[in-house]
């Protein structure tokens, strides 16, 4: 296999790994286990990135905390040096070598950078029709996977399972509105999983879905969205929802249009839940462009020969995996990571071989 | 001379919307629970786009969406036409066995509640 590291000439060779989600911890262990050196900088207090923050995982509904634990036990077996709470402030070219600056302003050069900075969730309280940040019962798809833990009781209502929740999908996804054109992809597959767990949950409560279409692209995603029709119930309504609004007992009510029938529908919920998109993270791209990388219409980082080579940028020696390319599952983003890595062997290789 | 409501040349009608806290959705529970496989449907039209009967205005897929938001008013007049002559069943993308399921709701619909 790629075996340049081992038989390396000149000196040994540095990697700075941006963003320690599982594409950066994917990419620095594919990079360490061929002998090279990394760095993997994360601006939080602990690696694993929005995947902390999981309850489970579509489409088999595995628990998140297991598959982070594993990542992590192969980080600190494979001894990786992990600089958490350490946010880079610039990555500027030095020579053949590129300068990273972290926030805390110390400075040190690598032979390679690879970018892995994912994504933020949409801000929700910028579609101000559906009222999150002002009603309680209003949560978006992030909050909700919080309270599935323990038996879904962060989900009852005054001590009693809800009688009705209801999914937007969409929030902040295919949206001039909000400036965001491009499918995130994942919320599909998100708001159906989601669904799903409720009913097990509590298997008496209502549990619609307002989309405008169901994407179910991946693997066991379109047998996961016919589950939760037949053997949960769930119901499907195509509409986006227009407004919601608070009752006197903190209830939500919705108005949409149900444009199978024609018709305006009005539903009372004991839970509104907005299925959030995915934007790029903003600070990693301020520095990025100061870098002269290229950026695709919707702020992702895009590779000059998307096809053959995604993880290259526009400079030489920068390269990109995961969701701060575009939207992507956990999967898609481990594989983007290794892939990335690879790319970064073969660029590493030429420059030891250049050097020597 | 008109009517007093009608003196702006038009009048309100009855609302339209679909109120889901005032659907009675029990026959559709009841159907399910006979052919829990309907529940399946995708509302992609195949079902009218073959039907025999398509012209007489038998419409399986309207006649799901309204059992589902629990209004039971046109079923009769949606399923009646029906010959039960199974060519919605055979191009089913869910394989959903409408035949069944529109054979069922006629008797349930003729049957004392």
């Known amino acids: 296999m790629y075996q340049h590291n081992r038989y390396q000439k000149g000196k040994p060779q540095q990697v700075a790994v941006v963003g320690a989600g599982v594409a950066g911890l994917s990419a620095a262990l594919t990079l360490k286990k061929q002998g090279v050196g990394v760095v993997v900088f994360e601006k939080d207090e602990s690696p694993g990135g929005h995947l902390q923050q999981w309850h489970a995982l579509f489409p088999d509904r595995e628990p998140a905390a297991g598959v982070l634990d594993l990542l992590k036990q192969e980080v600190s077996e494979q001894k990786i040096s992990l600089r958490t709470q350490t946010e880079v402030a610039a990555v500027t070219p030095s020579g053949d070598k590129f300068r990273i600056e972290t926030s805390q302003g110390e400075q040190n ?52 399972p809800p009688h009705r929740v209801a999914f937007v999908h969409c929030v902040g996804s295919r949206d001039e509105k909000v400036g965001n054109h491009y499918c995130s992809k994942v919320c599909c597959v998100t708001g159906v999983k989601q669904a799903i767990t409720i009913k097990e949950h509590f298997p008496q409560c209502e549990v619609l879905n307002f989309y405008m279409d169901l994407r179910m692209f991946g693997t066991g995603y379109e047998e996961l969205y016919r589950e939760a029709q037949e053997k949960w119930g769930v119901m499907f309504i195509r509409g986006r929802v227009s407004e919601a609004s608070q009752m006197y007992d903190g209830t939500i009510q919705l108005k949409a249009e149900d444009t199978l029938m024609g018709r305006p529908v009005r539903a009372t919920v004991d839970w509104l839940v907005l299925l959030v998109g995915m934007e790029p993270e903003k ?53 983007q990571g290794r892939a990335a890595a690879i790319s970064v062997l073969e660029f590493l290789a030429k420059k030891d071989e250049a050097g020597k | 001379m008109k009517p007093a409501n009608d003196k702006w040349g038009f009048r309100a009608e009855g609302s339209e919307q679909i109120n889901l806290d005032k659907a009675d959705s029990s026959l559709y529970r009841r159907l399910l629970n006979r052919e829990p496989g309907f529940a399946a449907c995708l509302f992609c039209g195949s079902c009218r786009a073959t039907c025999t009967s398509g012209n007489e205005g038998m419409n399986f897929r309207l006649a799901h969406l309204l059992l589902q938001r629990g209004e039971t008013a046109r079923l009769k007049s949606l399923t009646d036409p029906c010959l039960l002559c199974g060519k919605c069943t055979l191009v089913c993308p869910r394989n959903v066995n409408i035949r069944a399921v529109v054979y069922n709701l006629k008797i349930m619909l003729h049957e004392p509640f």
């Open chain 1, 109 to 160: 050069e690598f032979d390679a950078v690879l970018l892995a900075t994912g994504f933020q969730l949409f801000d929700a309280a910028r579609k101000e029709e559906y009222g999150y940040g002002i009603y309680q019962r209003v949560i978006t798809s992030a909050g909700l996977e919080q309270r599935l833990g323990h038996g879904g009781t962060g989900l009852t209502v005054n001590g009693r």
């Open chain 1, 283 to 335: 600070r990693a791209q301020l520095w990025a462009r100061s870098l002269g990388l290229r950026t695709g219409q919707a702020g992702f980082f895009s590779s000059p020969e998307k096809f053959l080579h995604p993880s290259l940028t526009t400079v030489n020696g920068v390269f990109t995996a995961g969701a701060c390319t575009g939207p992507a599952s956990i999967p898609e983003s481990v594989s």
